[in-house]
């Protein structure tokens, strides 16, 4: 006799269909506009405005991959910095999220609920509106036109999320790994990195991801208000260059913008190992 | 030396009291169980001598110096946690080692002593697998080991076994019993599990509602409990209380008047006992077929045959609650039909109208040999 359990139907089958529709309709409505810039990247330039439009490429080559580095010489110090300005902001946030995140999940302290309720309400702000605050801020301690000044806004503005999310993971690490490090003698600090940190990778993982990805969608509005030099101008600021007098290269900038994603997509790509479940298996009686 | 005294312990909550004044002597090498229902603030009791929780008054020494503000590090014991508490991502023998690894020990020495923790509790084939791999027991084994490398003054166990299945815990009670013999050192073991109690312990502690409801051998809990609380706490099935009245006191003992039967309980009496209503405790395994001091007729509404014995239970004069009785494995009795039952005077316990017990005329040394070797009575 089989011991496997038998598979129960949840669904019948026009609920499936139902269901299947509506993650192809949201698929649909959150992919196409990736599927039409991609075949935009492919086409040449006197095809864009042919009329009837024509979705599926003719003669479609990877031409624009190669003429937009010429269009715009400087693209690739563009690419740099946004990568440059990501990767330093994902790493100061977690140096002071993770540890923040630990203290708020573990330890009851005076004001703390407040604290967490001042960075939601943090959050609510809209960049833009501090935005001139801020370029005050940053010239009154020189640093207008710096990598400085694009990387501490993102860092300040990303810190809050960050907390929330992985304070809510460490909430789900069994509290007696904690105790039981600390009968054993071990310091709190000792506890976060040899017993904590490891179990929390994932959280960390997923914090670290959405630092990234945060820091490369938001760092132009920092780079168009505090910064005026192409060398510390980040990959946003870089696409209006081929925004020309006369005419937009829309392929070329197609091309540069999926060009300008790859570096956080292979990031990604790799930080993603550390996103496994399970990693508290056989830690506590579950 | 692992000697630990707790002077009026006492434990708040806000302004919740959990811990009553708690007074108790551990003797250096001593088994002692920690037992009582859920609630009763047994690991409170126990995590406040690790250091885990703050104590509100009172004292803790251990060797005779005050802990109270001492790091759990310094206090000289270690805690094995109901949950296991062991690191997912280390190996069974990092985890051993990491109270070693705390205090920066010489990598030969550290080895030397993890495989001897794991040479003592089997683990010596599995030091290079994770706890995920591992079964229940093989994880309450790994945080023994941990605790074991520190060799600690005082070993704090908190409801280790209960987490496991029951065979198993049948097992690692026996280990661990093994344990405290080969190690010799001061263990204290919290749990609501009697069985547990009753079979490891050197004496147990049994708390309610945030006091010491008694103190004694396992033995002598059973035999002379103090009041209703013990008698009925220890014993499975547990104690049956009976309603009767004191008609006299004499040298015999007390006697008391049940259903128009009477019969003398050899217990101490004293002034002031005739014409007041009493308990008669009786456990279940002392209730016998036939003639006896005190006969009574049940009709039981369930019967559970175990095999060694049968166990029924039935309303008792119209009484709400259960009245159980322990009989030969191959009782002839049947779902409600009666039954005449008997329970002997010397089997019987007597506790007043505040449930305290009037002290049975048992010898300990009589039933507990043990006590007679230790000298402890």
């Given at each position: 006799m089989s011991t496997q359990p038998a598979m129960i139907n949840r669904y019948r089958w026009h609920e499936l269909i139902g269901i299947y529709a509506g993650i192809f309709a949201f698929l649909t409505f959150i992919l196409a506009p990736f599927v039409e810039g991609f075949l935009v990247s492919l086409k040449?330039?006197?095809?864009?405005?042919?009329?009837?439009?024509?979705f599926i490429p003719q003669n479609g080559s990877f031409e624009a991959y190669r003429t937009m580095w010429v269009s715009v010489p400087g693209f690739a110090r563009y690419i740099f910095n946004s990568f440059f300005i990501s990767t330093i902001v994902t790493a100061v946030v977690l140096m002071l999220v993770v540890p923040a995140a630990y203290a708020f999940a573990r330890f009851k302290f005076k004001g703390s609920g407040h604290l967490l309720g001042a960075f939601l309400a943090v959050n609510m702000f809209s960049g833009a509106v501090l935005l001139i605050p801020l370029f005050r801020l940053m010239r009154s301690f020189g640093v207008?036109?710096?990598y400085f000044a694009i990387i501490v806004p993102g860092v300040a503005f990303l810190i809050p999320s960050a907390i929330w999310l992985l304070r809510t993971y460490m909430m789900r690490i069994p509290k007696e790994l904690d105790e039981a490090a600390f009968v054993d003698g071990a310091s709190h600090f000792y506890t976060l990195r040899r017993v904590i940190l490891p179990i929390a990778m994932p959280g960390i993982t997923v914090v670290a991801i959405t630092t990234f990805i945060g820091s490369y969608a938001q760092q132009f509005i920092y780079a168009l208000t505090f910064n005026s030099k192409t060398e510390y101008a980040p990959l946003p600021v870089g696409l209006?260059?081929?925004?020309?007098r006369q005419e937009v290269i829309w392929n070329e900038l197609m091309a540069a913008s999926f060009v300008g994603i790859a570096p956080a997509m292979i990031v990604i790509f790799f930080l993603q190992r550390y996103l496994v479940s399970g990693l508290t298996a056989g830690a506590v009686k579950q | 030396m692992g000697q630990l005294n707790l002077n009026t312990v006492q434990k708040f909550y806000g302004t919740f009291e959990v811990l009553k004044g708690i007074d108790l002597e551990v003797k250096n090498g001593e088994f002692v169980v920690f037992v009582g229902p859920s609630g009763c603030g047994k690991s409170t009791l126990l995590r406040m001598i690790a250091g885990l929780d703050e104590t509100s008054s009172g004292d803790i020494l251990i060797d005779g110096k005050r802990v109270n503000d001492l790091p759990p590090v310094k206090r000289g014991i270690a805690m094995v946690f109901q949950s296991y508490?062991?690191?997912?991502?280390?190996t069974v023998f990092e985890n051993i080692a990491f109270p070693l690894r705390v205090e920066k020990m010489q990598e030969d020495k550290l080895k030397a002593k993890v495989e001897n923790a794991a040479r003592i509790l089997h683990l010596d084939q599995r030091l290079q697998q994770k706890p995920g791999l591992l079964s229940g027991g093989q994880r309450q084994r790994v945080a023994i080991g941990r605790a074991i490398v520190?060799?600690?003054k005082i070993f704090l166990f908190d409801e280790p076994l209960s987490n496991l299945d029951a065979a198993l815990r049948a097992d690692m009670r026996i280990e661990l019993a093994k344990l405290h013999r080969q190690l010799k050192a001061t263990m204290i073991y919290v749990t609501h599990d009697q069985v547990e109690a009753m079979t490891m312990a050197d004496r147990i502690v049994v708390l309610n509602a945030g006091e010491i409801a008694q103190t004694g051998a396992p033995l002598e809990l059973y035999?002379?409990?103090?009041?209703t609380f013990v008698a009925g706490f220890i014993g499975n099935p547990k104690m049956n209380m009976l309603p009767v009245v004191c008609k006299s006191v004499g040298p015999g003992g007390v006697e008391v008047e049940y259903q128009g039967q009477s019969a003398t309980i050899p217990v101490e009496g004293r002034a002031g006992l005739v014409g007041q209503p009493l308990t008669l405790g009786i456990r279940p395994e002392h209730i016998q077929f036939g003639a006896a001091d005190l006969v009574m007729t049940i009709a039981p509404s369930v019967i559970e045959r175990l095999g060694a014995h049968t166990v029924a239970y039935a309303a008792l004069n119209g009484e709400g609650e259960n009245f159980c009785a322990m009989l030969p494995g191959s009782a002839a009795i049947r779902t409600e039909e009666t039954v005449a039952v008997g329970i002997n005077a010397a089997d019987c316990h007597l506790f007043d109208a505040g449930g305290i017990a009037l002290e049975r005329r048992v010898e300990l040394t009589d039933v507990d040999m043990g006590l007679l070797k230790a000298g402890a009575v």
């Open positions: 040449p330039l006197s095809q864009l405005f042919s009329s009837p439009y024509r207008l036109n710096t209006f260059a081929y925004f020309g | 508490a062991l690191y997912p991502h280390m520190r060799e600690p035999h002379k409990p103090a009041n």
